[in-house]
């Protein structure tokens, strides 16, 4: 009888966490954070259509809302903050996360995000509500925590023979299986199709850490599950999500990576093995930069029309500027995974800079060293006299050998 009133936001956030979405859409995402700070009523109207979206029984739809929530409050201000923090948000997080029904990850998303805000809101007394409800939260859920690092056990002559046992067996098994790639090839994409046919609702198990026992001749990345900061020093920081290059084992369970030009060991347990990229991902990974690249024209000729045209113009009235700019749009979130690519690369480059420049040194060094003490002539043995005569304290080793004369002169 008492029908609730339509939300004016309920379309535009439900498009953007939409169930049959392959990941995040940010041109949705941001089209819901421009009419947020555009109404006054906004952030309200918002965080009311998402705690909607959160009773969705299906994870992704959560999972969507969750990370939309994020981008609102690193884009809406301090109104949305206020709402964020409000008792009715944090209750549909908390009963979501305390759900029996809820997926695993999406519990650890909560746990995340919460963890997030609650920092993010810590200058602001008025919004402790958020941390109250995180600390409940953890308390409430002690297996959502980051594990305990292992204890620095040194590597064994049987952990070293073992990692050279699985380097070669990895290396025979590359060989064999190059005779079977276009074929496995084959079967990956007939998977991957049957997968998108059954939608995306089944959600993929949560990363689980690496195996004990793995060791880092047969991995060259590795993918950081929880945040880590360092105790002790020689110790690598990361962030949860950080694509780490592992370099070598040290101990029994920590590995030496590098990350954005720093290296130092991290502990096995924190992380996930990644596989090398396939030549299909590589190939989109290119496309993909083609793509960004191919707008900057578009992006050049949206900011000239921006720039010339009068302050009465309606931009919402012109075609052309309104075109522009929403193909520019949806460029934003690959550019700004584009930009972390190459950040670090560059701080990888640069780390290696920095490591020729200071091997170069050494070996200067070095030679300056060598060059400095006085050389021996190789044709000289210990003990040989020099010139002809004997050295001192030794008997003398008698006249040398005569020489036909007629070797040398003709009479």
């Known amino acids: 009888m008492f029908r609730a009133q339509q939300n004016a936001f309920d379309d535009a956030v439900a498009k953007a966490t939409d169930e049959n979405l392959t990941s995040e859409n940010w041109e949705f995402i941001l089209d819901v954070c421009d009419r947020v700070t555009a109404e006054d009523t906004g952030p309200k109207d918002a965080v009311a259509s998402m705690i909607k979206r959160l009773a969705h029984r299906n994870a992704n739809v959560q999972l969507y809302t969750l990370e939309l929530a994020n981008a609102l409050s690193q884009n809406c201000g301090a109104k949305m903050h206020t709402e964020l923090a409000s008792r009715s948000f944090t209750d549909a997080l908390l009963r979501l996360a305390n759900d029996r029904n809820t997926h695993q990850q999406v519990k650890a998303k909560i746990l995340e995000r919460m963890a997030e805000w609650a920092q993010m809101f810590s200058k ?21 925590h980051p594990p305990a690092a292992p204890t620095k056990r040194q590597i064994t002559d049987v952990d070293r023979q073992q990692e050279e046992d699985e380097l070669q067996m990895a290396l025979a098994l590359s060989i064999k299986d190059k005779a079977s790639a276009a074929k496995s090839s084959t079967q990956k994409q007939g998977q991957a199709a049957s997968s998108s046919e059954s939608g995306p609702s089944q959600q993929a198990a949560p990363p689980q850490p690496l195996p004990t026992g793995t060791t880092a001749a047969t991995v060259s990345r590795v993918r950081a599950l929880f945040d880590f900061q360092p105790s002790e020093p020689g110790e690598l920081q990361f962030r949860k999500g950080d694509i780490i290059a592992v370099l070598e084992s040290v101990y029994k369970d920590w590995w030496k990576g590098s990350l954005r030009g720093q290296t130092g060991i991290f502990p096995l347990n924190y992380v996930e093995k990644l596989s090398d990229p396939t030549q299909e991902e590589l190939q989109r990974e290119a496309h993909m930069e083609a793509e960004v690249f191919a707008e900057i024209k578009n992006v050049e000729k949206l900011l000239t029309l921006l720039s010339t045209s009068s302050s009465e113009l309606n931009v919402r009235d012109n075609e052309e500027i309104t075109t522009l700019y929403h193909s520019t749009l949806a460029i934003r979130p690959k550019l700004i995974e584009l930009i972390g690519k190459y950040s670090q690369k560059k701080d990888d480059f640069t780390q290696l800079n920095e490591k020729f420049i200071k091997a170069r040194r050494d ?13 021996q002539s190789p044709y000289l043995r210990q003990g040989q006299p020099t010139y002809g005569y004997p050295p001192r304290g030794y008997p003398s080793q008698g006249p040398p050998p005569q020489q036909d004369p007629g070797q040398y002169y003709t009479a």
């Open 124 to 144: 602001e007394p008025q919004l402790g509500i958020m941390d109250q409800a995180y600390q409940k939260l953890k308390s409430q859920n002690p297996n959502l």
């Open 363 to 375: 070996y200067e060094s070095l030679l300056e060293a060598s060059m400095s003490q006085p050389s």
